[in-house]
């Protein structure tokens, strides 16, 4: 497709967004809509994109297959250390509470980290949730899995894109 | 016109635009149409998924559905035939099986909850608790999770076993995929 002059442009013009929007349903999965999952299938459709207009190897270039088998290996790590991290904290597997600082354990997280962090300005939970330097456990949480979930979906579907791309019509 | 009656009335003309969609992709022979007829079905899907307040599962099926499904039965595509093959033989029973089928799902609907019905047992067993625990105003009760968005919350926290299970699954399935398709080292260098 690389003499389709309106193709290229149009997907020049759209690809930043794509990535910007998957990046914001990652990190804003917690207030909005989506999560880990949706952002790393709009992150993924737009390398596709990228790979169906411009060529398979400009698209190897951007996201190396070696870089995304390791990184679908990281998200599920990050995920699964989460849960280790909460355990060597005092909790059981995967329970956030227990990465919200000593005190956390038993509040339930109720008790805003303002202790921690004294010129924190709001004791609310929604500003913590936004502002503080550490958020709650369970917010922290939340975050670093989807995070994990993210990095997984979205180099794996593009390791899928590159194994059906690259393959050629049987003789 | 109420707000509430242009909603019905783009949500029964999607569905129609849906069965019509969907009828077309069962009696077209030519396979690229409908692979880009699956797309526009994902498509139409994820917009009717949207008007049911359900915007993180239209992200998905908008993205994988009609993007990334539709890239992999094109590529597929590439590799076999063009169009498919009329079929052989008579299709009385196969109707007859997909009615009785039907009828019987049909019937079992008549039993569920009303769409949105407040009393169904799905939001009088746990969700009451997620939603005070993740959403402070509304019931005022203090906030265990302090995330807005319930289902994430619900996905990443209170099932967060089973979304790291859903993203094992995931790896797995490349794995799979890269072990089964990836071609030898030899031929990438020729490449």
Known sequence: MRKQTILRIVAKLLIPYILLFALYVQFHGDFGPGGGFQAGVIFAAAVILYGLVFGLKAARRVTPPLLMETLAALGVLIYAGTGVASMLHGGNFLDYNALGGPGQQHAGSAEPVAHLHEHSPEGT??????????????????????????????????????????????? | MTPEAVTQLIVILLLILLLGTAITIVRIRDLWAAVMLTGIYSFLGASWMLLLDAPDVAFTEAAVGAGIATFLMLGTLALTSRRAKPPQGSSLVPLAVVIVTGAALVYGTFDMPHYGDPQAPAHQHVAPEYLSDGVPHVQGGPSKVSVPNVVTAVLASYRGYDTLGETVVIFTAGIGVLLLMRRPPDREVKQ
């Not at chain 1, 550490?134 to 579907?157: C, N, W």
């Open chain 1, 125 to 171: 939970e929604e500003h913590h949730a936004s502002h503080g330097f550490l958020p709650q456990g369970q917010h922290l949480g939340i975050l670093v899995v989807e995070l994990g979930v993210g990095l997984t979906v979205a180099a794996i579907l593009i390791t899928i894109f590159f194994a059906f791309a690259g393959r050629e019509r049987a003789q």
